[in-house]
RNA sequence: CGGGGUGUGGCUCAGCUGGUAGAGUGCUGCGUUCGGGACGCAGAGGUCGUGGGUUCGAGUCCCGCCACCCCGACCA
């Protein structure tokens, strides 16, 4: 037997950990709260890279990279930032054997690092707007890590905006949310709330926070994408101003946005079960393994095998064969559904006499025939497809069906572990601290869609399921990562 | 920072009242197997986290240190 994995009833934390470990995503380092992440996870994350990064060239922007290292004096001149981040980052102050004249911190997030540069890169209102990503890791030294969700050096992508006017700042604001928003469910199968963090849950520096939340199997919720609204507090930081049109100065509107490596401990938990990573076809870099059974002709049966990876791959679907003879028909299956892949075909001698394989999906488990004629591939690609949709909507079906009102605080401490509660806040932030102190559940967001604010009524006003007071809206409260 | 735990072949761990290190799995070779984690035979592989102490003798007992993991408070 190989590793075994601890099933979700029994420890969720556990399971977690056993599924990351030994679906071969990601090893623990020798320094704290660091991880290696191997093959089996950065193919998953470089899938993450190539989607994303082209939706965001689709919507005009461009990368650059700018430096690990930030000047002590940069992190000091925004002063919500500063004291939101200082505490967490990893300082820099010896080089080349002798001590620095001023200390470097090791990037936290490149709001200050980058806003140096845009002083200088902006002039006038023709150099706007100024739309820039940036691929990197970052440090963040975490009290408490956990792989992929929280680890003390992650990679993400941050973009940073630069406007002329606060209406296109949160334009771009929006529309990078719902790229993310775009991006999680189209690709990971993942459904997210989209909406706005209240003042408490912000970002450091940010007059605004917009979010994604997606609902993991545990009904806890983690904050999958956040977008950022600036404001003009770094512009005034960075003394970063520009001549408009009219000839005035006017300091800039920014904004900044990013996902990160936790998108990968996302994937997993809202997806995965007791045998293993389960993967969304469009985020597996191998999609269909072939797994010939090796009797009789041998030869033939290979070659049978190679002949179809060789059919799917020239259709665009990544196919790959396991013709070894190390490991038994038995043991391939159990590996490669630790590893997720999508499909498995398996073809023996009799399938080939009969022109069929069978395919096992990696998601429900089904197996079924499918021809070997000239529909074979057009079949494969139908049921990735498929994959792709059943996994949504099964995550959209478990999160709707764990998404409760409630009107009374009783209720709402009662309710806590079962997923979603939507309850009427009086707006303040002594309630927020109050519920949190009492019940662990935070405000995850004040969400934004139409529909999801009239599905429950979340417009009408009502009164605080804590404090009593008039309430103006519903928010939604969780447990979260 | 508080609480708990663990450091012994690559991995997971056993090792009692101290006597000179063992299993499963993985790895290498050969052969038989192969439709749900097959099997036989033969091999390779360990300064027992670290520094001291007790003792004729320490993986084991005592003291210190270090590291990592898990559970909480803080955060993407």
């Known amino acids: 037997m190989a590793d075994t994995i601890t099933p979700r009833e029994e420890d969720y934390s556990q399971w977690y950990i056993d599924l990351v470990r030994s679906a071969k995503l990601a090893d623990y380092s020798d320094v704290r709260g660091c991880m290696v992440i191997r093959p089996n996870g950065y ?227 809202a997806h995965s079960d007791d045998k293993g990573l389960v993967l969304p076809p469009k985020l597996a870099s191998r999609q269909v393994v072939i797994v010939p059974i090796l009797r009789g002709d041998k030869q033939a049966v290979a070659e049978k095998a190679h002949a179809l990876a060789d059919e799917l791959n020239s259709n665009g679907i ?55 004629d000239d529909t074979f591939a057009a079949s494969i690609s139908a049921l990735l497809d498929a994959i792709q949709q059943s996994m949504f909507k099964s995550a959209l079906e478990f999160r709707e069906a764990n998404t409760w009102e409630v009107s009374s605080y009783d209720d709402f401490k009662k309710s806590i572990d079962k997923g979603f509660l939507i309850a009427h806040w009086d707006g303040t932030g002594e309630t927020e601290a109050k519920i949190k102190e009492e019940t662990k559940a935070t405000i995850r967001l004040i969400p934004e869609d139409p529909d999801f604010r009239k599905k429950y009524s979340m417009d009408e006003p009502g009164i605080c399921i804590c404090s009593g007071n008039p309430s103006k809206g519903k928010v939604v409260f969780a447990k979260a990562y």
């Not at 100024?130 to 941050?158: G, Y």
């Not at 963090?197 to 919720?221: H, L, N, P, V, Y």
């Not at 404001?231 to 300091?251: I, P, R, V």
């Open 43 to 269: 193919a998953i994350w470089e899938k993450m890279q190539a989607a994303l990064d082209g939706m965001f060239k689709a919507t005009g922007h461009v990368n650059a990279y700018f430096p690990l290292f930030i000047p002590e004096s940069y992190i000091q001149k925004e002063a919500d930032h500063i004291e939101g981040f200082a505490p967490e980052c990893a300082v820099v102050t010896h080089g080349g054997g002798e001590e620095l004249a001023e200390k470097l911190y090791v990037r936290p997030t490149s709001e200050t690092v980058i806003w140096a540069s845009y002083k200088k890169w902006i002039q006038s209102y023709r150099d706007l707007p100024l739309l820039i990503n940036q691929w990197a890791n970052v440090v963040r030294w975490e009290m408490r890590t956990r792989l992929f969700l929280r680890t003390s050096e992650f990679l993400w992508q941050e973009g940073h905006t630069a406007h002329a006017t606060p209406e296109e700042a949160q334009e771009e604001v929006l529309r990078m949310i719902n790229v993310y928003k775009t991006f999680a469910e189209e690709y990971m199968a993942m459904p997210v709330l989209i909406g706005r963090k209240t003042e408490s849950e912000k970002f450091a520096g940010a007059d605004e926070t917009w979010c994604i939340e997606a609902m993991m199997q545990d009904k806890k919720a983690l904050q999958a994408g956040t977008s950022h609204n600036l404001g003009q507090n770094f512009a005034k930081a960075f003394d970063c101003q520009f001549q408009s049109k009219k000839g005035t100065l006017e300091y800039v509107w920014a904004t900044s946005w990013g996902v990160s490596t936790r998108l990968i401990g996302a994937l997993i938990m």
């Open 318 to 372: 990544h196919a790959f064969v396991d013709d070894s003879e190390q490991n038994s028909p038995g043991w391939k299956f159990a590996e490669y559904e630790l590893q997720g892949i999508p499909v498995r075909l398996e073809i023996g001698p009799r399938d080939i006499s009969s022109n069929i394989c069978i395919a096992a999906r990696r998601d429900t488990g089904e197996k079924q025939q499918i021809a070997l």
